[in-house]
């Protein structure tokens, strides 16, 4: 139901069919933001702030002016004033200031994108710079605990007396991970043309929602939304970067406004870490106590993080504490500091892939601490009500992925000492880990149409991000239909269609494919009092769930998950193989196993990602990110995952949705880093605790002086 990270549809029910869209992406007639051509076009390219922090001062554009080709610099002293957004990272050219390195000061356009880009190269900037500060350190005097992390999650929670419980377990473990940023990087940039047309904004932009699009504009630009028209049907990923509206979308808006022409803006790839969210790096201390048996007293997970001074947004990493295991007494913790950096935002299983990373680490660790085998562990601290509600779960079967995966992966034929199997030069070892994520759903309205020709339509302001949308509606309303797949086509990605939510949160299939199953049942149901016959008119059902998905719920719904790691360490060079990777899942009824599987295959290689590649580091002199395009922001490639394999176990839950789907797209995420370093520790019989893991953060474990 989610692409990896993206939070899209893309698990389609049937066995395997092929994409509505897949010929014209293949063929090129597929159109993104960036490629649509109304007549006179220009193109902008945008100047970002040279600064970590302070004011413009002056701005002299008379040399962009004169080149040729370009037709106008926005500035704040000349772009149109705009409603300041409920959403500060949009208020671009509105005033003097500079909050952080790359934010916006200028915008050139032109009527070529070589021109724009020779333009911007050509405006010189004049600043009062002040003091900048951007780094983060557990012992900052100015660390607070906000009220909400993201998702309304509240900052801190605190159950019984867990240093009470702690002091007095029988087995103790205290760790510290630290986790740098991490960026998004779809392969399509962030992108947008915007036209001004007889009173009608039109805006073809790469967003994984058209409706929030469209809200803000109307907002920021004193529009009825009545005369916005914002189109998003072919989006080339977008991993939570895209689930808002960026500043690109507002500056092309403008940009058009200003000369009077189309404008397109495609942001260059190495400006995205400044302007459209990243994971902010996180220090977290983990600290378990247990009891001679290995069951948990005692839970306290206090995560470090940062924020920006534009707007706050804290991930909720110490969340997934209060789902995953027994814990009596149990404490998690969101500290944050606000400095001169780019603001976060969602970014791949936000919240759930760094927590779970900490607390599984540490969940090793307390498994070598008890003398327990880490499967185990686990097993004995899996409860039967989420802990920190005391809800009943809708449906968990964690103990069935475990169980699974370790027959699937041979766990039983694992030696469980550390350090000690070196074949043919490399250290070789195996880990595990578990993660979870929310089951999310939220209000859709959908319309399903049966027309003369013996064709059926499904209307719904979805977003396809890549993931397959088109084709998981269309199958969703023929099984509630009782026709082919192939007599139904999905129309989606335009606010013109009924309104939808974004796609985020792993909630696509979910939130869509109810309304547009509710939709086709009641058409079902008029094509049978027509005695099967469709009129000449045609006919037409509407739905709309924000009843049922706004419902409260009293269970907790969550996606689980079993990891298993196969790491082979080059004991010369410390370069790290992942020899297999291995998940099993438990995420309601899979509905179409070939595309589940690729997602879920996805997801596994972004965790293994995060474990071994992608990193991003705020260099602390200029206040700017050091990897920003794809030479040096490492994202994994095929030789880095030889062998991925993604498994699942039936589950019946009907507590979801009329589909009884989960989502699938984040959950292959979550914990696949841990279960990566639970393995190179059983391969070094060292313990690595700031991933990525590369060749010298391995080789100086492995050239460490034995303690005497």
């Avoid at 990923?237 to 200003?258: D, E, N, Q, W, Y």
């Avoid at 060079?573 to 995420?587: I, K, M, N, P």
Wanted: aromatic share 4%; glycine share 10%; net charge negative.
């Amino acid at each position: 139901m989610s692409a990896p990270g993206d939070g899209g549809a893309g698990q389609e029910s049937g066995g395997g069919a092929v994409r509505q869209e897949a010929a014209a992406k293949v063929t090129g007639r597929a159109r993104y933001a960036a490629e649509y051509r109304p007549p006179d076009r220009l193109h902008a390219w945008p100047v970002p702030a040279t600064v970590a922090r302070g004011r413009v001062t002056g701005i002299d554009t008379s040399a962009a002016l004169a080149l040729p080709g370009v037709l106008a610099v926005l500035t704040q002293e000349n772009a149109p004033r705009l409603e300041p957004p409920d959403d500060a990272t949009l208020a671009v050219l509105q005033d003097d200031r500079v909050p952080h390195r790359g934010w916006y000061v200028a915008l050139v356009v032109a009527r070529t994108p070589e021109e724009a880009r020779a333009g911007a190269d050509a405006v010189r900037v004049a600043y009062a710079v002040a003091e900048h500060d951007v780094r983060l350190d557990r012992d900052r005097p100015d660390l607070y605990t906000p009220e909400e992390a993201n998702g309304g999650h509240p900052g801190l929670r605190e159950r019984g007396d867990p240093d009470g419980a702690y002091a007095g377990a029988a087995v103790r473990v205290t760790a510290e991970y630290a986790l740098t940023a991490l960026h998004n990087h779809p392969m399509e940039p962030h992108a947008a043309t915007a036209e001004w047309r007889d009173g009608t904004l039109t805006v073809h932009d790469s967003s994984q929602g058209a409706g929030t699009v469209r809200a803000v504009l109307a907002h920021m630009f004193r529009l009825d939304r009545q005369h916005i028209h914002v189109v998003s049907a072919h989006v080339g990923g977008g991993f939570g970067s895209k689930g808002t509206p960026r500043p690109h979308v507002v500056l092309a808006t403008m940009a058009a406004m200003h000369t009077g022409r189309p404008v397109t803006l495609a942001l260059p790839r190495r400006q995205l870490a400044a302007v459209v969210g990243h994971r902010a790096p996180g220090l977290h201390r983990v600290r378990l106590g247990a009891d001679a048996d290995g069951r948990i007293v005692s839970l306290d997970h206090e995560v470090v993080t940062r924020t920006s001074r534009v707007r706050e947004f804290v991930e909720q990493a110490a969340v997934p504490g209060r789902v995953m295991y027994t814990s009596p007494h149990s404490r998690t913790v969101h500290r944050v500091a606000a400095l001169d950096v780019p603001t976060p935002s969602w970014m791949r299983a936000p919240g759930e892939a760094p927590g779970m990373y900490a607390l599984e680490s540490a969940m090793d660790e307390l498994a070598c601490a008890a003398g327990l085998d880490p499967v185990e562990l686990r097993l004995r601290n899996d409860p039967d009500r989420e802990p920190d509600s005391g809800r009943p779960f809708s449906s968990r079967n964690l103990a069935a992925c475990l169980r699974e995966g370790a027959r699937l992966f041979g766990w039983d034929r694992r030696d469980p000492r550390p350090g000690v199997r070196n074949e043919g030069g490399a250290l070789w070892g195996s880990g595990v880990a578990a993660g979870t994520y929310p089951v999310l759903v939220g209000p859709s309205r959908a319309s399903a149409h049966a027309d003369p020709d013996g064709g059926f339509r499904v209307r719904v302001n979805a977003t396809d991000i890549g993931t397959g949308a088109r084709t998981v509606l269309a199958q969703i309303a023929a099984e509630a239909l009782g026709v082919p797949q192939e007599a139904v086509r999905a129309e989606i990605g335009s606010t013109e269609l009924p309104a939808a939510p974004l796609a985020g949160g792993s909630a696509g299939t979910a939130s869509w494919g109810w309304a547009v199953h509710r939709a086709a049942g009641r058409l079902a149901e008029l094509l049978a009092e027509h005695g099967g016959r469709v009129p000449p008119e045609g006919l037409a059902a509407t739905a709309d769930t924000r009843e049922e998905a706004g419902a409260e719920v009293p269970y907790a719904r969550h996606a689980f998950s079993a990891v298993f790691a196969e790491t082979a360490v080059d004991a010369v060079t410390g370069e790290v193989r992942l020899a297999r990777l291995l998940g099993v899942f438990a995420v309601g009824r899979v509905l179409n196993p070939r595309t589940a599987r690729s997602q879920l295959v996805g997801g596994l290689v972004m965790g293994a990602g995060m474990a071994l590649t992608e990193g991003s580091t705020t260099d602390p002199r200029f206040g700017d990110t050091a990897e920003c395009d794809l030479a040096s922001y490492h994202v994994p490639v095929c030789a880095d995952v030889p062998s991925v394999e993604a498994h699942w176990v039936e589950e019946e839950d009907p507590h979801l949705n009329p589909m009884g789907s989960k989502g699938i797209g984040e959950i292959g995420i979550v914990g696949t880093a841990a279960a990566i370093g639970n393995a190179l520790h059983h391969a070094l019989g060292a313990r690595l605790r700031e991933p990525p893991f590369t060749p010298d953060k391995v080789l100086a474990v492995l050239h460490r002086e034995p303690a005497r």
